[in-house]
């Protein structure tokens, strides 16, 4: 298993919003297939952007938190009206706070929160850092401080796999990190078609993007509606290698369904001499990472063929691209600092080799979640109980640091809550004979709050030691 990734690690895709181009023509959104969600964190009306995209008011989804807005909105919000409202969450040590979000059980979603707390100066103190958590699964550390000081939003991209009904999407208050609470600008949540990265085993890996490229492109970054996920493809120039040319590839022939518009434009290989990449152009941690490269030739009727190397390691033999296209994937490819992508002709007098477009993800493990009848049980408890705590939502137990507050879980071959403590949490309400099924409990605490009812029938908690 990989070790959690340090705050500000490289799998931080962070996107300067200022550079963004204002799109000024409105295009006719259609939105997205399936479940997909455009909240605006914070806001109290729906917003259309500039690219026509509606974007919903996050209330409906998340109990917890407070509406906002920046503490200096900068430049950013003007070119993004969803910066201009943000939610913030209490600074309560290890609760986590989730967006419970309906999807579609066992499909994959694109998640990509965005954060701006501000324009600030180095004088200030700095934006909080914190957690991010998708069901039981750890995601990454938040560090928005070196965008914020840039005036800038700072955006993260994973892919998950829905697990039950609901996603739950977390930000968890790690007080290892800074001494305040959480806070979110927006949040899309979109669901792929299934063969999009299906070569990733979902039961045991999610991933989380660390680059998107569209090699020789100085144009702008190439999303929705080109891309049917708005995935973003960022230009990548090099005044040297790159070219444009119209192609003529088919979206549908690729598992991953890359938008069309990247294979306009390509690094070629100077005649007889390798093409050599550092890309990703950030230095990544010792891990396995998910890598796709995408290849159409510029030129039709035409085919070219090469060897591809990542770090000197042959990653594809004697690859034939011809002007129909193709791409190539590893899923579990160990990269470690600086990557060197190089395209070598396979014979000298050969056409020289191209490359379109790139991807790079971290792999990283899809955590455990609490026994279903104990999740159940608890859901059934909190609803019959009054002024619970804003940090019961997500899963009960996980990931282990970040257990609803008052429960106490096992990690055993199932995930089972062993003991709950709500003493002096001012509950009211009464408290579900579901009680009872949380059959591992050992230990109940229920001092100085105002319950009403009786106390249900716990003879069946044989385990209990103490009540
Ligand atoms: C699922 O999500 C909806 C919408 O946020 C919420 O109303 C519902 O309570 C959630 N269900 C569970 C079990 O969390
Ligand atoms: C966040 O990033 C800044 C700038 O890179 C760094 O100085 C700071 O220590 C980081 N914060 C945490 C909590 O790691
Ligand atoms: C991925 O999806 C494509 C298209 O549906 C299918 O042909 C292929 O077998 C799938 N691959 C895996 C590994 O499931
Ligand atoms: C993933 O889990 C599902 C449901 O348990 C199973 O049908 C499928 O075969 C698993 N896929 C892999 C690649 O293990
Ligand atoms: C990366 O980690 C593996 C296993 O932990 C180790 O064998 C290898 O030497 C490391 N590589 C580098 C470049 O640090
Ligand atoms: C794309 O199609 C057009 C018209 O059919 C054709 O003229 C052009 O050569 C094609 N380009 C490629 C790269 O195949
Ligand atoms: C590459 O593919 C094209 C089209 O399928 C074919 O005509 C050509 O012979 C292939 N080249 C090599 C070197 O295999
Ligand atoms: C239960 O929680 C209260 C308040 O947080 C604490 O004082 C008490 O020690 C806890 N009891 C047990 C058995 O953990
Ligand atoms: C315990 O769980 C079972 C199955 O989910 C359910 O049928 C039953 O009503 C629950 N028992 C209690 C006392 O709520
Ligand atoms: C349950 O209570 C016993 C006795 O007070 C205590 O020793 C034990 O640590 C408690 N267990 C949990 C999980 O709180
Ligand atoms: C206790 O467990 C038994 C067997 O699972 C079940 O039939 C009974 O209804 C349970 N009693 C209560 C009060 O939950």
Redesign the pocket.
């Known amino acids: 298993m990989p070790p959690p990734r ?3 690690a490289a799998a931080a895709a962070a996107l300067l919003f200022l550079l963004l181009p204002v799109h000024l023509a409105l295009a006719e959104a259609e939105g997205f297939r399936g479940f997909s969600y455009l909240l605006n964190c914070g806001a109290a009306f729906p917003i259309t952007d500039s690219r026509g995209l509606r974007w919903e008011p996050d209330g409906p989804y998340v109990s917890a938190g407070t509406p906002g807005e920046p503490t200096i909105p900068g430049p950013g919000s003007l070119l993004e009206p969803t910066l201009a409202t943000l939610r913030t969450f209490p600074n309560r040590p290890r609760a986590k706070f989730c967006f419970e979000l309906p999807v579609d059980k066992n499909r994959r979603y694109l998640l990509r929160p965005t954060f701006f707390y501000g324009a600030f100066s180095s004088s200030a103190p ?1 934006p909080p ?1 914190f957690d991010l958590i998708v069901d039981g699964t750890f995601w990454t ?1 938040i ?4 965008d914020a ?1 840039a005036g800038a939003a700072s955006s993260y991209e994973g892919v998950f796999p829905a697990s039950g009904r609901n996603l739950s999407f977390c930000l968890g208050v790690n007080p ?3 001494d305040a609470g959480p806070f979110i600008s927006a949040l899309q949540v979109i669901q792929l078609d299934d063969s999009v990265y299906n070569a990733t085993n979902f039961n045991t890996s999610a991933m989380g993007l660390i680059a998107r490229t569209r090699f020789g492109s100085t144009g702008d970054i190439e999303r929705y509606p080109d891309d049917s996920f708005d995935r973003y493809w960022q230009p990548f120039p090099d005044s040297k290698h790159a070219v444009s040319s119209t192609q003529n590839v088919t979206s549908a022939d690729f598992w991953n369904l890359p938008p069309p518009n990247v294979f306009n434009t390509a690094f070629i290989a100077e005649q007889d001499a390798p093409l050599v990449l550092q890309w990703p152009p950030m230095p990544l941690q010792n891990d396995s990472y998910y890598v796709a490269l995408y290849f159409a030739d510029t030129l039709p009727e035409n085919s070219r063929t090469f060897n591809v190397y990542i770090n000197d390691y042959l990653f594809i033999e004697g690859l034939n691209v011809t002007s129909a296209g193709l791409s190539v994937f590893a899923t579990q490819w160990i990269l470690s600092g600086l990557t060197s992508v190089m395209l070598k002709p396979v014979s000298p007098s050969a056409l020289p080799p191209l490359i379109n477009a790139g991807e790079v993800f971290g792999l990283f493990p899809v955590g455990r979640l609490t026994y279903a009848r104990d999740v159940r049980a608890m859901e059934s408890i909190k609803e019959s109980l009054r002024n619970v705590p804003e940090d019961w939502n997500g899963d009960p137990c996980m990931p282990s640091e970040y257990s609803w507050t008052g429960v106490t879980c096992d990690e055993g071959s199932r995930i089972r809550v062993i003991s709950l403590n709500f003493s002096g949490m001012g509950l009211s309400g009464s408290l579900s004979p579901e009680i009872a099924n949380l059959t591992a409990l050992t230990n109940i605490s229920f001092a100085h709050n105002s319950l009403v009812g009786g106390i249900p029938d716990l003879s069946n908690l044989s385990k209990l030691e103490r009540l």
């Not at 560090?143 to 070196?146: I, L």
Request: negative net charge; without cysteine; charged residues 15%.
């Open positions: 340090p705050l500000l700095p850092a550390a560090n928005t401080t070196d000081l290892e990190y800074t």
